[in-house]
């Protein structure tokens, strides 16, 4: 079955740790999205992908980084420079970035 | 700044009772205005709109566009337990209301 398989379900980040979240796709999409989400509040964009080898930032990308070495895969690294990682993280992917999105069941990042 | 804001916050019901969830909008250059379904973790789409005026509709749910108000709205008759969820709305992909919290009860 085609999908979005994110990895791990939880991780914990001790303070000053980069961490890498992992995101992969077998629906042959194009176009690829990290979001976090906080209690109260809707999905906020971190980065997207439109095709291999670029990517752009969203409304929050500060203490984040990406990368689309492959077509299938969008790792997110949460840097040291994220002060308050704590969240829940989306990874979602479309066929192109005007149609609806496919998600994964998330990550959950908490600091210890 | 572009701005999503979906309303009530929460809504608990009965089986049976419909409900009307509301999404406005301020964006730039609007394109396209969706809703997914949160139950626990993955969201899974809904429905896409474009046009004013045209309504779509699945089942018991169905969706309406009205860019001139800036506004969409999802229906949902005859709820069921299952429809316990949060509703998000997402305006041109990326930018998402808070969403609604709805609660079904038996």
């Known amino acids: 079955d085609g999908g979005i398989t994110q990895s791990p379900k939880y991780l914990f980040r001790k303070e000053g740790q980069n961490v890498t979240l992992s995101c992969e796709q077998n629906?042959?999409?194009?176009?690829m999205y990290w979001y976090r989400q906080d209690p109260g509040q809707g999905l906020r964009l971190i980065y997207y992908?439109?095709?291999?080898?670029?990517?752009q930032k969203g409304d929050i990308a500060e203490g984040y980084s990406v990368s689309r070495e492959k077509k299938e895969s969008f790792p997110l690294t949460v840097t040291s420079a994220q002060k308050n990682p704590t969240a829940f993280y989306l990874c979602?992917?479309?066929?192109?970035?005007?149609?609806?999105?496919?998600f994964g069941d998330g990550t959950r990042l908490s600091i210890l | 700044e572009d701005k999503v804001v979906q309303s009530p916050l929460s809504l608990v019901v009965h089986e049976g009772d419909t409900v009307t969830l509301n999404c406005s909008y301020e964006v730039t250059n609007f394109r396209s205005l969706l809703w997914y379904k949160q139950e626990k973790k993955a969201p899974t789409f809904l429905f896409m709109l474009?046009?004013?005026?045209i309504e779509k509709k699945s089942g018991r749910l169905s969706s309406i566009l009205d860019k001139k108000e800036l506004f969409s709205i999802l229906n949902i008759t005859a709820t069921q337990t299952g429809d316990s969820a949060v509703y998000l709305c997402a305006v041109n992909q990326f930018y998402f209301g808070t969403g609604t919290s709805l609660t079904v009860i038996p």
């Open positions: 979602a992917s479309s066929i192109v970035t005007i149609r609806p999105q496919h």
């Open positions: 629906l042959n999409h194009d176009a």
């Open positions: 992908s439109q095709i291999v080898n670029d990517f």
């Open positions: 474009t046009s004013s005026g």
